[in-house]
């Protein structure tokens, strides 16, 4: 019998932690810039590169190290260590750490830059015939 633990998969994480912020793939490759392809081969990998996946970190507003250690074990503790304050309610942080508006308009943005670039493409596929 073996004791050798298996490796984490990195890829599986990362979805985890994206299906638990409420985010998309789809939404994460547009945060990171790619394809929503490459977040799904992401996702399928047991290993990715350090660049990338700091990347992803940022984009999901975790760490790098959150996303190598991350179990369910944790998010399971996490929740329960909430206190109950003198009230009786629970304390929570619920501030967000961007403003959600900032992110609508960098999105719409990249959308209004990235039909500006296919006008012109297909302007100068015209223009060639």
């Known amino acids: 019998m ?17 299906e638990l912020k409420g985010m998309k793939q789809e939404a994460l490759a547009i945060a990171i810039g790619v394809s929503q392809q490459s977040v799904s081969n992401w996702e399928a990998s047991e290993t990715i590169e350090q660049e990338k996946l700091i990347e992803i970190a ?28 003198v009230s009786g309610s ?18 719409y943005e990249r959308l209004v830059q990235a039909e500006k670039d296919k006008v012109e493409y297909l302007e100068k596929l015209l223009k060639g015939k």
């Open 2 to 18: 073996s004791t050798t633990t298996k490796p984490k998969h990195i890829g599986r994480n990362i979805s985890r932690i994206r």
């Open 58 to 85: 940022k984009a999901l507003g975790v760490t790098k190290e959150a996303i190598e250690n991350f179990s369910e074990e944790n998010v399971i503790n996490y929740f329960n260590t909430f206190n109950e304050s």
């Open 90 to 107: 629970f304390i929570t942080n619920n501030e967000c750490t961007f403003n959600p508006l900032d992110k609508v308009v960098e999105l």
